[in-house]
C-alpha cells in the first residue's frame, strides 16, 4: 500500500484466483486500522492479472473497513468486469439479522440449560429402566415375546468373542499392579503381600470393572448402533405395528445375555489378573510360584468373590440398558447412528463408576 498526503493507493499484482491462494485481507485492513489520516483509496491494477471472486470478495472486505473509518474508495481504476460485480453486491442491500452473530449466554443461563438437560436425561433413564424391569418381569412369568436364538447369539458375541481383549488389558493390569505393589512393599520388606493386594483389588473391584468397560466399548456400543440401525430403517415401527413390544423382543435378550455372561467374564478376568500378579510376583518379588497362589487364597474369601460377581451382574444391567437406550433415542439420520453408538459408551462407563461407589459403601455398611 502507498500514499501521501492523506491519498492511499492498493496495488494488485499477478493473479488473483482461488486456486491460486491470493493473500487475505486481514493484512491490509489491520494497515487501514492502524494508519490515520488516510481520506482517499484508490487503485493500480496494471500488473494485475487474471481474476475471479477472490479478487471481489477481497474487494468488499476491503471496502467496508473504508467505510467504517470513513474513507472513500474510488473504484475508477478497476477493470470493468470487476466494478459491475461490485455494483450487484451493492445493488440490494443486506437484510437484517442475516448475518450470523454469535451470542454469548451469560454463565447462570447455560448452567441452567445444561441442568434441565441433565434432569430430562435423567428422566428419560429411570423410564427405561422401568419399562426394562417389567419386560423382566414378563420374562419370569413366561409372557414375554422374544427369540431364543437372538439370545444365544448375543450371548457368543458378549461372552466368547470377548475373551482375547479381556484376557489382554486383565493380565497386563494385573501386572501394573504387582509391580506397583512390589516397589512399594519392598521398603517393609513385605513382597509376599503383593499376592494379597492384587488378589483383592482384582476380585473385588478391578475384574468387574475392567471387563464392564470393555464390554461397554465393544458390546454396548453395538447394542446401540444395531438399534438404531433398525430406528433409521423404521423397523422398530413396524415391529410396534405388528402389536410386537420392542423390548421384549429387543431389549430383554440384550438384556439377559450381559447379565448372565458378564459374571463369567469377570471370573475369567479375576483369573488372568491373578496370573499376570504372580508372573511379576515370581520374577521381582522373588516369591515362589507356589507361595504366591498359597499367599492368594488364604487373602480371598467367598464374600470378596460375592461382591465381584454381584457387581459384574450391575455392571451388565447397566450396559446393556445404556446401549438399548441410545439406540432406541437414535434419531432418522445416519449420523444420528455415530451420536448413538458414542453417547451409548459414555452413558455406560459413567453409571458404572457411580454404581462401583455407591455398591462399596453399600458393602461396607452391611460389614460384607
Given at each position: 500500500?502507498?500514499?501521501?498526503?492523506?491519498?492511499?493507493?492498493?496495488?494488485?499484482?499477478?493473479?488473483?484466483?482461488?486456486?491460486?491462494?491470493?493473500?487475505?485481507?486481514?493484512?491490509?485492513?489491520?494497515?487501514?486500522?492502524?494508519?490515520?489520516?488516510?481520506?482517499?483509496?484508490?487503485?493500480?491494477?496494471?500488473?494485475?492479472?487474471?481474476?475471479?471472486?477472490?479478487?471481489?470478495?477481497?474487494?468488499?472486505?476491503?471496502?467496508?473497513?473504508?467505510?467504517?473509518?470513513?474513507?472513500?474508495?474510488?473504484?475508477?481504476?478497476?477493470?470493468?468486469?470487476?466494478?459491475?460485480?461490485?455494483?450487484?453486491?451493492?445493488a440490494v442491500p443486506?437484510?437484517?439479522?442475516?448475518?450470523?452473530?454469535?451470542?454469548?449466554?451469560?454463565?447462570?443461563?447455560?448452567?441452567?440449560?445444561?441442568?434441565?438437560?441433565?434432569?430430562?436425561?435423567?428422566?428419560?433413564?429411570?423410564?427405561?429402566?422401568?419399562?426394562?424391569?417389567?419386560?423382566?418381569?414378563?420374562?419370569?412369568?413366561?409372557?414375554?415375546r422374544y427369540r431364543?436364538?437372538?439370545?444365544?447369539?448375543?450371548?457368543?458375541?458378549?461372552?466368547?468373542?470377548?475373551?482375547?481383549?479381556?484376557?489382554?488389558?486383565?493380565?497386563?493390569?494385573?501386572?501394573?499392579?504387582?509391580?506397583?505393589?512390589?516397589?512399594?512393599?519392598?521398603?517393609?520388606?513385605?513382597?509376599?503381600?503383593?499376592?494379597?493386594?492384587?488378589?483383592?483389588?482384582?476380585?473385588?473391584?478391578?475384574?468387574?470393572?475392567?471387563?464392564?468397560?470393555?464390554?461397554?466399548?465393544?458390546?454396548?456400543?453395538?447394542?446401540?448402533?444395531?438399534?438404531?440401525?433398525?430406528?433409521?430403517?423404521e423397523e422398530i415401527?413396524?415391529?410396534?405395528?405388528?402389536?410386537?413390544?420392542?423390548?421384549?423382543?429387543?431389549?430383554?435378550?440384550?438384556?439377559?445375555?450381559?447379565?448372565?455372561?458378564?459374571?463369567?467374564?469377570?471370573?475369567?478376568?479375576?483369573?488372568?489378573?491373578?496370573?499376570?500378579?504372580?508372573?511379576?510376583?515370581?520374577?521381582?518379588?522373588?516369591?515362589?510360584?507356589?507361595?504366591?497362589?498359597?499367599?492368594?487364597?488364604?487373602?480371598?474369601?467367598?464374600?470378596?468373590?460375592?461382591?465381584?460377581?454381584?457387581?459384574?451382574?450391575?455392571?451388565?444391567?447397566?450396559?446393556?440398558?445404556?446401549?438399548?437406550?441410545?439406540?432406541?433415542?437414535?434419531?432418522?439420520?445416519?449420523?444420528?447412528?455415530?451420536?448413538?453408538?458414542?453417547?451409548?459408551?459414555?452413558?455406560?462407563?459413567?453409571?458404572?463408576?457411580?454404581?462401583?461407589?455407591?455398591?462399596?459403601?453399600?458393602?461396607?455398611?452391611?460389614?460384607?
Amino acid at each position: 500500500m502507498l500514499g501521501d498526503s492523506g491519498n492511499a493507493t492498493l496495488q494488485f499484482r499477478g493473479v488473483w484466483a482461488i486456486r491460486g491462494r491470493p493473500p487475505t485481507a486481514d493484512e491490509t485492513m489491520r494497515e487501514l486500522d492502524q494508519r490515520s489520516g488516510i481520506r482517499t483509496l484508490g487503485f493500480a491494477v496494471d500488473d494485475l492479472g487474471g481474476w475471479d471472486s477472490a479478487l471481489v470478495t477481497f474487494l468488499v472486505r476491503i471496502i467496508a473497513t473504508c467505510s467504517a473509518h470513513d474513507i472513500e474508495v474510488d473504484q475508477s481504476a478497476l477493470p470493468d468486469g470487476v466494478r459491475g460485480l461490485l455494483k450487484l453486491a451493492y445493488a440490494v442491500p443486506e437484510r437484517t439479522g442475516a448475518r450470523r452473530v454469535e451470542k454469548s449466554e451469560p454463565f447462570l443461563v447455560h448452567l441452567g440449560k445444561d441442568f434441565i438437560d441433565l434432569v430430562q436425561s435423567t428422566g428419560e433413564v429411570v423410564a427405561f429402566l422401568g419399562l426394562s424391569v417389567l419386560s423382566f418381569r414378563r420374562f419370569l412369568t413366561g409372557k414375554a415375546r422374544y427369540r431364543k436364538s437372538d439370545l444365544w447369539l448375543i450371548m457368543q458375541h458378549a461372552g466368547a468373542d470377548a475373551l482375547p481383549i479381556i484376557s489382554l488389558v486383565t493380565f497386563l493390569v494385573g501386572m501394573i499392579l504387582a509391580f506397583i505393589g512390589i516397589q512399594q512393599l519392598a521398603r517393609f520388606g513385605a513382597k509376599i503381600y503383593v499376592a494379597d493386594l492384587v488378589g483383592l483389588a482384582t476380585v473385588m473391584q478391578i475384574g468387574a470393572l475392567i471387563t464392564a468397560i470393555v464390554l461397554a466399548g465393544r458390546t454396548g456400543a453395538a447394542f446401540a448402533a444395531q438399534i438404531g440401525t433398525m430406528q433409521v430403517n423404521e423397523e422398530i415401527d413396524a415391529l410396534k405395528t405388528l402389536a410386537i413390544d420392542p423390548m421384549d423382543f429387543l431389549v430383554l435378550p440384550r438384556m439377559l445375555a450381559l447379565m448372565l455372561m458378564t459374571p463369567l467374564l469377570c471370573v475369567y478376568a479375576d483369573l488372568m489378573g491373578i496370573l499376570g500378579g504372580a508372573l511379576v510376583g515370581t520374577l521381582v518379588g522373588d516369591t515362589t510360584l507356589l507361595q504366591y497362589f498359597q499367599q492368594t487364597r488364604a487373602a480371598i474369601g467367598l464374600n470378596h468373590v460375592a461382591q465381584g460377581l454381584i457387581n459384574a451382574v450391575v455392571y451388565g444391567a447397566i450396559v446393556a440398558v445404556s446401549g438399548c437406550l441410545r439406540g432406541m433415542q437414535c434419531g432418522r439420520s445416519a449420523s444420528s447412528v455415530g451420536l448413538a453408538t458414542t453417547s451409548a459408551v459414555v452413558t455406560a462407563i459413567v453409571f458404572i463408576v457411580i454404581a462401583a461407589a455407591v455398591l462399596t459403601v453399600v458393602y461396607n455398611a452391611l460389614g460384607f
